[in-house]
């Protein structure tokens, strides 16, 4: 009994030894923070490589650039229709485990606004209207969106785009009817230039 008793004590004092320890490493440190959400630096570039359907042959590379009106959006893209309109939007995921671009999900829609274009006011964080086609099915993107943003909410960052067969006609609820899925990609964080 002596024997484990005398053990006893020294571990009871090892133990009140590194809480003391413990303690004063901490002394004077700020608590109102979390360590597990300590973030690196801002992110100011995203891009999306589009890659074709099953069936289809479209594809084409969107760049995502912060500056301060927004995000610009810049993207060509190629295997279009012909002087074709084709509905362009940010999905829910950045699934693309399905050969059809379903797994995408719907339009991202964080504030559960009704499907517009995307110069309305209110519309699907993920409207972003169509991509004109020109004679040889390719098309060039450019706008500035302040809708979207690499943080918070209405990140865009690892969530998916999709590009449509149909013309986005803007009002249709909730996919402004522009049908099926013929590319799809994630949007991911860039490199540095």
Do not use: W
């Not at 360590?35 to 359907?53: E, F, K, Q, W």
């Amino acid at each position: 009994m002596k024997f484990s008793a005398r053990y006893a004590g020294a571990a009871a004092v090892a133990v009140l030894a590194a809480f003391a320890m413990t303690a004063s490493s901490h002394e004077g440190h700020d608590h109102d923070h979390d360590h597990d959400h300590d973030h690196g630096p801002a992110i100011s570039r995203a891009i999306c490589v589009l890659s074709p359907t099953e069936g289809n042959s479209t594809a084409g590379v969107i760049t995502f650039t912060k500056t301060d009106k927004g995000v610009l959006i810049e993207g060509t893209i190629s295997g279009l229709t012909p002087n074709g309109k084709h509905g362009f939007h940010i999905h829910q995921y950045g699934d693309l485990s399905s050969a059809d671009g379903t797994k995408a999900g719907g339009h991202f829609n964080p504030h559960g606004a009704d499907h517009a274009g995307p110069d309305d006011e209110h519309r699907h964080v993920g409207d972003l209207g169509n991509v004109e086609a020109d004679a040889q099915g390719n098309a060039t993107y450019k706008r500035v969106d302040s809708h979207i943003t690499f943080e918070g909410a209405t990140s865009i960052i690892g969530r998916g785009m999709i590009l449509h067969a149909g013309t986005d006609d803007l009002k249709t609820q909730p996919t402004g009817d522009a049908g099926g899925r013929i590319a799809q990609g994630v949007i991911g964080i860039a490199a540095d230039e």
